[in-house]
């Protein structure tokens, strides 16, 4: 199953000097007969194989749209959603196949978040400008001096805390519209604000409260699946309060607030974390979340 889903759905690449592809060198690795034959595993894939292999797009007829755009098919991209959801429910913290499922899967859902970005002012002024978040554009040293509970201070200690750096998300690479591409690179990038806002961390349990709320705000069939199939991995007891109290809280702070998209979050660093709840109307952690933490 792997050796086919990664020949019919990776593109084809080429090397400057007419090296073999990438695509070329899982077949060596796959097909029996090639060189250095082993067997891989969806755990050994990493879509940061193809990051810097320059594309050819000639073979579906299409360009690039953006640096890291790879032009798929239908059937590639169902291959690919396919093969990204298994390995994501297998493993949750496999990024990577998380950020490829939502890229194949969320094409239309994007079109309706850019078009309520489009809607609103500071949506259309991120639309425009662009932000990107990374540790090239932020300021760290200006975080670390903003006052004890702004929101810049308490995202800073969040990545500090839980050993998270905004530098780990992959680019977009499989959205055939440039303009809908970012909409998806900005909301990977912000979701550790997410994470900042909720007062949510970064286990499992503190994940899937989080892709309840997103699921909730943005629609996204891949948050929709991490919030449904993530409990299975939960204890009974944290399964219990899951359920009975973070569930229903994330649900009804995610209907509350307005699209987290429309947030300057860049913008918002000086602002207390308690006044920019209050403005999104997120409300305060349930207790249970203290003792599970």
Not at 73 to 96: F, I, N, T
Not at 127 to 140: F, N
Not at 211 to 226: I, R, Y
Request: glycine share 8%; hydrophobic share 40%.
């Amino acid at each position: 199953m792997t050796t086919l889903w990664l020949r019919v759905s990776l593109p084809f690449c080429r090397l400057p000097g007419g090296l073999l592809s990438t695509a070329d060198k899982w077949r060596r690795v796959l097909v029996p007969g090639g060189k250095n034959m082993r067997t891989l595993g969806f755990s050994d894939l990493s879509f940061s194989d193809l990051a810097d292999v320059p594309f050819r797009a000639g073979i579906h007829g299409t360009s690039l749209l953006y640096p890291d755009h790879i032009p798929t098919s239908p059937l590639q991209k169902a291959l690919l959603a396919a093969g990204s959801a298994g390995m994501a429910l297998y493993d949750p913290y496999r990024h990577d196949m998380v950020a490829v499922l939502g890229e194949t899967t969320g094409f239309y859902t994007l079109k309706v978040l850019r078009d309520q970005m489009r809607r609103d002012p500071e949506g259309t002024q991120i639309l425009q400008e662009r932000p990107r978040i990374s540790l090239a554009t932020l300021d760290m040293d200006k975080l670390r001096s903003l006052p004890e509970g702004s929101f810049g201070r308490e995202y800073l200690r969040f990545l500090d805390v839980n050993r998270v750096s905004p530098d780990t998300r992959v680019p977009t690479r499989f959205v055939d519209d440039e303009e809908l591409a970012y909409v998806i690179q900005r909301y990977r990038e912000v979701h550790d604000m997410l994470h900042t806002l909720l007062g949510m961390p970064t286990n499992i349990l503190g994940e899937i409260v989080v892709k309840w709320f997103e699921a909730v705000q943005t629609g996204l069939p891949m948050c929709v699946l991490g919030a449904l199939f993530g409990p299975v991995r939960l204890s009974a007891r944290k399964l219990h309060v899951l359920v009975s109290e973070l569930i229903p809280w994330a649900v009804h702070n995610g209907h509350r607030a307005p699209c987290v998209l429309n947030l300057y979050y860049e913008r918002r660093w000086e602002q207390p974390l308690a006044a920019l709840r209050k403005e999104l109307g997120i409300t305060a952690v349930p207790p249970c979340m203290q003792g599970l933490a």
